[in-house]
């Protein structure tokens, strides 16, 4: 079936710092392709996304592009600030069953130091 | 875009018992989704919400532990029955908007934050 496998944390960065948080998917056609961030005591929010193969989906000075040669779709970030600081799921729509419904990787807790 | 609330923001309940949690979408929306979200843990889906029907159900939850309703196509229930520690969690109400096409953008509401006793 569907799965999203992303890597595990916590990763701890200094302001300023360069984010990577890779995700790689398994999945049968062409699914969309999603980030979503979790901040303290919130729900989730959509964060960014990518519908087909190299688009590259950015918001808030995030980045991520939709690799269908790698099946990768890796969460960057040039200077991150402290207000980052937040859970990180990566997802992917699978249309099997006849209707969408969003696949979730584990989540990535980021911690973003002064 | 859909703005969700959901009621009760938390609750702490007594084993054996019965919570049922609401949520409501200020748009009409196709699709109603309910996950649960165990300490520490990812999103897993429990039932897709569909309206005047029974829900659909993912593998490993029940109708009768999870009862839902949509009566509308802006309003939906879940129902915790005969609740256990184990159940203590986070239940997310979703929902996507009419118009979506390849993919379906789902909207979140802030969650219910359960804890049994």
């Known amino acids: 079936g569907n799965s999203v496998t992303q890597m595990e944390g916590p990763v701890t960065l200094s302001e300023e710092a360069f984010l990577t948080i890779n995700c790689t998917y398994t999945?049968?056609?062409?699914?969309?392709l999603f980030w979503y961030v979790q901040y303290p005591g919130e729900g989730l929010q959509l964060l960014l996304k990518a519908t087909k193969a190299d688009d590259k989906g950015s918001n808030k000075g995030f980045e991520a592009t939709y690799r269908k040669e790698t099946t990768s779709f890796h969460l960057e970030k040039g200077s991150v600030q402290v207000s980052d600081s937040a859970v990180y799921f990566c997802a992917l729509s699978d249309r099997s069953g006849g209707y969408n419904k969003l696949i979730f990787g584990a989540g990535t807790r980021l911690a973003v130091h002064p | 875009s859909a703005v969700i609330s959901q009621k009760p923001s938390r609750d702490i309940c007594q084993r054996g018992t019965s919570l049922t949690i609401q949520c409501q979408v200020d748009s009409q929306v196709t699709m109603m989704f309910w996950y649960r979200q165990q300490p520490g843990q990812s999103l897993t889906l429990i039932a897709t919400a569909n309206q005047g029907s029974e829900a659909t159900y993912e593998s490993g939850f029940v109708i009768d532990k999870f009862p839902i309703s949509r009566p509308n196509l802006t309003f939906s229930t879940l129902t915790v029955s005969n609740m256990s520690p184990e159940d203590s969690s986070i239940y997310l109400c979703?929902?996507?908007?009419?118009?979506?096409?390849?993919?379906?953008?789902?909207?979140f509401g802030p969650g219910t934050r359960l804890t049994v006793l």
């Open positions: 999945a049968t056609g062409y699914p969309s």
């Open positions: 979703s929902a996507t908007t009419s118009g979506a096409s390849s993919y379906n953008e789902q909207f």
